[in-house]
């Protein structure tokens, strides 16, 4: 088992920051391919970021690149966004979330992969 605590959500003004922080324990967490998600009110639960387990590969929606990085330190077992230029439309609950990875360079955006998930933390970008 592995369990994923998010934090560092809150309110923001459009055009600002904000860290997230995923703490995972249990499991060996350098085995595993780290996601960032995001559901806002009325709409399916989305893929925003997600990086390897080595930190080597990262991916991102299209929307956020240029905005968001995804980076993991393992030393902590812990998985960062780091949100630059928020919008008003970044608005939704975030979620991280943990596939267990047979390669090094391994991710995926597919939300079905994932096996644990993080009771998510939320974030409102006020315009």
């Known amino acids: 088992q592995v369990q994923l605590v998010e934090s560092g959500g809150g309110l923001v003004q459009a055009g600002g920051s904000l860290r997230l922080s995923c703490a995972a324990s249990?499991?060996?967490?350098?085995?595993?391919?780290m996601g960032w998600f995001r559901q806002a009110p009325g709409k399916e639960r989305e893929f925003v970021a997600a990086?390897?387990?080595?930190?080597?590969?990262?991916f991102y929606v299209d929307y956020v690149k240029g905005r968001f990085t995804i980076s993991r330190e393992k030393a902590k077992n812990t998985v960062y966004l780091q949100m630059n230029s928020l919008k008003p439309e970044d608005t939704a609950v975030y979620y991280c979330?943990?596939?267990?990875?047979?390669?090094?360079?391994?991710?995926?955006?597919?939300?079905?992969?994932?096996?644990?998930w993080g009771q998510g933390t939320q974030v409102t970008v006020s315009s």
């Open positions: 979330a943990a596939d267990y990875a047979y390669s090094s360079a391994y991710y995926t955006t597919a939300r079905d992969e994932y096996d644990y």
């Open positions: 990086i390897s387990w080595s930190g080597v590969r990262t």
């Open positions: 249990g499991r060996t967490f350098s085995n595993y391919a």
